[in-house]
C-alpha cells in the first residue's frame, strides 16, 4: 500500500536515521511499501524519512529514465544498471568521487519545486541489501546524484540545503507556505 509522503515542514525530515540492525518482518514490509509509495509518486528515489521513520534506509529505481543516464560498476566492471533495480540501500556509507556537476533535481517531499544541484559525479556505496547482505558498488550519472541525495535525507538533509542562494530566494515564499501547510496538518 502506498503511504502518505512527508512535506517539508514534518521535524522528521531533519531527523538523522538510526541504523537498521536486523532485517525484521517490520522492515521488510517497510521496504515494500517504500517502493510502492515511490513508484505511486512517480519518483527516483524514497528515504524513510519521506514516510516518517527515522531509519537509515532508502529505496532507489532509476530504470524508468531514458534521458539521464546512470553508470554502474561491481567489482571493477561495469555492469547493468536496469539488472541491478530496484536498490534497497540500508545503513549506506557513501564516498563521493570525481568533479562536481550540477544538475536538475525535485524531491517527493517539496512537490513541484526543482532546482540545479551541485554533487559529485560518482559515488562509491558500501551497504547493506534489502536481505541484509553486504554490497559494494560504484554509481555514477542520475544514480549518483539520486543516491547522494537519499543518503542526505537519511542524514536529515534536505536538497534545499544544497541549492545556491538565488535559487532558494526565489522559492522562498513557496517554501514557507508548505512548510506552514505541514505545521498546520501535524497540529489536527
Ligand atoms: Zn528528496
Redesign the pocket.
Same mark, same amino acid.
Given at each position: 500500500m502506498a503511504l502518505e509522503i512527508v512535506k517539508y515542514g514534518d521535524p522528521v525530515l531533519r531527523k538523522k536515521g538510526a541504523r537498521i540492525e536486523k532485517i525484521t518482518p517490520e522492515i521488510e514490509k517497510l521496504v515494500k511499501e517504500m517502493f510502492e509509495t515511490m513508484y505511486a509518486a512517480r519518483g527516483v528515489? &524514497?528515504?524513510a524519512q519521506?514516510i516518517g521513520k527515522a531509519l537509515q534506509l532508502c529505496v532507489i529505481d532509476v530504470s524508468e529514465v531514458e534521458d539521464r543516464p546512470s553508470t554502474l560498476e561491481v567489482n571493477n566492471q561495469e555492469a547493468d544498471v536496469k539488472a541491478f533495480m530496484p536498490l534497497t540501500l540500508i545503513n549506506p556509507e557513501i564516498k563521493p568521487l570525481g568533479k562536481e556537476v550540477a544538475g536538475a533535481e525535485g524531491? &517527493?517531499?517539496?512537490p513541484e519545486m526543482y532546482a540545479e544541484i551541485t554533487r559529485q559525479e560518482s559515488v562509491e556505496v558500501t551497504a547493506l541489501n534489502a536481505k541484509g547482505q553486504e554490497m559494494h558498488f560504484r554509481a555514477g550519472g542520475l544514480l549518483a546524484r539520486a543516491i547522494q541525495?537519499?543518503v542526505d535525507?537519511l542524514n536529515g538533509i534536505?536538497?534545499i540545503d544544497r541549492m545556491e542562494k538565488p535559487d532558494k530566494e526565489e522559492l522562498k515564499l513557496r517554501l514557507e507556505a508548505l512548510q506552514k501547510e505541514t505545521k498546520a496538518k501535524l497540529k489536527r
Open positions: 528515489g &524514497l528515504a519521506q524531491c &517527493l517531499s517539496f541525495h537519499e535525507h534536505l536538497f
